[in-house]
């Protein structure tokens, strides 16, 4: 009988612990449905409770639920600046690494949702894929020391980072090769409680693997990336912070589709089409 009470007791706190981790992990959308208006949301199931706001500034549920089905998925982030890290994963460079983080800015207007198209531009010739983990910013970060950094970030969603490497190569910024519109896809879900220092990155070409990392490889974790671009530009809840990518890319054409997959977020996939 003893016995048997103690097994009980073993399952009772292994289920409660698999539920308090589960439970600790809360998946956000942005949705529309018929109109032009965008929520915010927590998806459950193949259901989204509403929120009031972004979940960083405070949004809170309301009554209002919709079927998944019934909705569009946006990029499940609303930035008003997006900050890139160069050559962050030892895999995606030649040489000895840099002694401090490649670091530079694309328009927030460049991001694209899970449901959206990857728009190749008219005079592109040599358009890559990027598959990279993306950090949102939960609150306000200037000066942050690397210790206190993981305190700022919110959660952690999966980005590709489309990039034009002929331009990428010519032009004296990366504005254009990095940020141009319909480059920058993002979701499928913005995630809290995961362990952004630990995570498996996948990114699979017309379904092929075609890149594999893990965030603890990467040269700059996105705790120190955030300390480090807090010492000159001040953060706001809601900015980006992408880890750079790895190994190495080929040329997308129309067509072709690329899946970003990040443990605990799911997959974000894209389709190329051509602009005008």
């Not at 289920?15 to 981790?21: A, D, E, I, P, Y």
């Not at 190569?169 to 409680?193: H, Y």
């Amino acid at each position: 009988m003893t016995r048997k009470l103690s097994i009980i007791a073993v399952l009772l706190i292994s289920s409660s612990h698999l539920v308090s981790t589960a439970s600790a992990q809360t998946q956000y959308v942005r949705y529309s449905m018929d109109t032009d208006t965008i929520s915010w949301g927590v998806m459950e199931g193949q259901f989204i409770n509403r929120l009031t706001d972004a979940p960083y500034l405070d949004g809170s549920r309301t009554e209002h639920w919709v079927r998944r089905s019934t909705v569009k998925l946006e990029a499940p982030v609303d930035p008003k600046l997006i900050l890139m890290t160069a050559f962050n994963f030892r895999s995606h460079i030649t040489g000895e690494p840099a002694e401090y983080p490649g670091m530079f800015i694309v328009p927030a207007n460049s991001v694209v949702g899970p449901e959206d198209p990857i728009i190749r531009p008219a005079e592109s010739t040599d358009l890559h894929y990027e598959a990279e983990m993306v950090v949102v910013v939960g609150k306000q970060a200037a000066n942050v020391s690397v210790e206190d950094a993981p305190n700022y970030i919110f959660g952690v969603t999966a980005g590709n980072d489309v990039s034009e490497r002929v331009w990428q190569a010519n032009d004296i910024q990366w504005v254009r090769a990095k940020g141009s519109r319909g480059f920058n896809a993002v979701g499928p879900v913005l995630v809290t409680g995961l362990d952004e220092t630990n995570l498996e990155i996948v990114g699979r070409f017309n379904g092929k693997e075609a890149q594999r990392g893990n965030s603890s490889d990467l040269l700059f974790s996105t705790a120190y990336m955030l300390s480090y671009i807090s010492q000159y530009v001040t953060l706001e809840p809601g900015d980006l912070i992408w880890s750079g990518t790895m190994g190495s890319t080929q040329a997308m054409k129309p067509g072709d589709t690329y899946e970003v997959e990040i443990e605990g977020v799911g997959k974000l996939s894209n389709t190329v089409e051509q602009g005008k």
